[in-house]
Structures are given as C-alpha cells and as structure tokens.
C-alpha cells in the first residue's frame, strides 16, 4: 500500500515537472493571471483535443505567442477572442461565446436537464396513482 | 404502445444524424476566411530574402495560395501535381513556406521543381495565423477582387482540383 502510495505521489508531480510553456512570466501578476485563463480555454487546431496549455506542437506555440504579445499590447479577453474566432473560428474557443451558432451549445444541456426532468416527473406520478398493493405495471 | 414507439422513433432520428457524422473529418475545419477578403501580408521572399512577396504581387488577379513545408509530408505528396499545375498555366500558384528552414526549403525547389510564381517566408508562422492555416499543406483559392472563394486542406489532387477548383474558375471568368 505505501509503495502505491508513493507510486501515485510521483506521478502527480510529473505532471508538473513537463510544463509545455517555457515562456518568461509577465511581470503584472494580473496579466499573468489573464495569460493562463486564456490559454487554457483555446484550442490547439492542430492537436484537437489540447488546449494550447498542454500542447508542445508548434501552432501551439505561435497561439501563446501572438496570445502573450496582444496582451502586452492592451487588448482586452473579447478582442482576443475575435482574433482567434476570425481566423480559425468559432470552434478554436473551448468556451464558445453565445451568439446564433452556438446557441444550441448552450442551451442543449438545460434542455436535456428539462426534459429527462419532465419525464421523470411523468413516470413518478404515474406510479403514485398506483395502489400500494398492486405490482402489476400499468400502462402510462 | 407510444412508450415503446417513442424511443423507437428518437433511435430512428438519431441514426441517420450519427451516420452523417460518421463520414466528417473532424480534423478538416471550415475556414471563416471564405467568402471573406483575403488576409494582406508581405514577407520575404524565400530564395531571395532581400525581395518581398505578398497579397500585393495578386491583386487584381485570381491566384492559388499553396501553404507547404519541408516536413510536411502531404506536400511532397501533391507537389507533383502542383508542377503539372503551374505548368499547365492554368492559374498563378504562390508558395507559403510555413514554418521552415529557409536552406532546406530552397534545396527542395531546386531537386524537386518550383511550381511557384514565389514563395514568402513565414519563418515565424505570423502570417500562418492570419490565414488561420493549422496544418499544411492547405490551398486557397484568391480571386480577383482578393476574396478567398476556397479552401482545400490536405494535398491537391487532379480530381480535387477538377471537382472544387475548376467551377469556381469559370464562374469567375463569366463575371469578367
């Protein structure tokens, strides 16, 4: 067990030890901040399933660069998201801004919740209406 | 009978969206460039790097837009293709060296044939990431008033260049 233990310790530092992104941290903490939020929420089109983060392909790369300049240049979150949506699309956002296209992404998961709700709802009373003692199933 | 009928029906519906779904490749993206003015850009020439080549040297002219590199495999592959291409006369291809060694990228023009009018060197991928390119070989298809009317991502082919370039270059052709 302590032998796992550790096995499962040393992992979980590995993960730190392979940070992707060698770049010098920006001297305003609260641009630092802003650097990782995004960073983490673009996608690597190259890797798909990557953030630009994790990623050590070469786009990659490039994104956090041109990502790291514009800040430094004073733009704010939406105009670098409209850098990105303009180039590669609304797809290289891994939190795709609300708009007509990507309505249904947003609305999709309150509308299963809704319905799934609803036929729960049905089926409970359904089998409220039944007699305590009767275990037959009855047609809804 | 509808609580056994009604899952039935949603699998109906479903399958037909899955299936479709199944013959996408979620690598190939639509580009939002299309239908949109082509991105401008000027870089240095790549056998010449005092020269400049850019979006300037096409206007007014409908050109192919040929991102490729070295180490890309896919561009190996088509390269055959875009000689017989350029050599046909068809079109005006113009090269993006995405990403490359400048040294290595110009012995590959010299062994295996330039097809290009010029390349730009986008040492850096700046220029890449206003074309929003993602992996090469891409090819944009520019027309005249420097509106991009199609993108292919993966290797040109004869036949894809028949099925998606060619009517696109007629229609061009009537509005003139």
């Known amino acids: 067990m302590k032998v796992l233990v550790a096995l499962v310790s040393l992992l979980a530092t590995m993960s730190v030890a392979v940070a992707i992104d060698t770049g010098q941290a920006f001297d305003d903490p609260e641009l630092q901040e802003r650097y990782e939020k995004i960073i983490a929420e673009v996608r690597c089109l190259k890797c798909q399933n990557q953030t630009i983060k994790d990623s050590n392909a070469f786009l990659a790369g490039d994104l956090r660069r041109e990502i790291r300049r514009m800040l430094e240049e004073g733009l704010n979150d939406e105009e670098i998201a409209e850098f990105l949506v303009a180039r590669y699309g609304e797809f290289a956002l891994y939190r795709p801004r609300l708009t007509g296209k990507t309505l249904i992404l947003w609305l999709a998961p309150a509308l299963l919740l809704l319905g799934g709700a609803t036929v729960l709802w049905r089926v409970v009373q359904s089998r409220m209406a039944l007699p305590i003692d009767d275990d037959s199933v009855e047609e809804g | ?176």
């Open chain 2, 1 to 176: 009978m509808t609580r056994y009928l009604a899952p039935l029906v949603a699998f109906a519906i479903l399958i037909p969206v899955l299936m479709i779904g199944l013959t996408r490749d979620p690598r190939e993206l639509p580009s939002p460039l299309l239908q949109q003015a082509a991105p401008q850009f000027e870089l240095p020439s790549l056998r010449d790097a005092e020269q400049m080549v850019g979006s300037a040297d096409f206007a007014n002219q409908m050109v192919l837009l040929n991102v490729w590199a070295t180490w890309c495999p896919g561009c190996r592959q088509e390269h055959g293709f875009m000689l017989e291409l350029a050599k046909s006369g068809a079109i005006d291809i113009y090269g993006l060296n995405w990403r490359d060694n400048r040294r290595e990228a110009v012995r590959w023009l010299e062994t295996l044939g330039d097809p290009y009018v010029a390349s730009g060197f986008d040492e850096d991928g700046r220029v890449g990431i206003d074309w929003g390119v993602y992996g090469a070989p891409e090819t944009f298809l520019i027309d005249a008033n420097g509106i991009v009317v199609h993108k292919h991502i993966a290797p040109l082919t004869r036949e894809i260049w028949e099925r998606d370039f060619v009517p696109l270059l007629s229609v061009r052709g009537e509005v003139q």
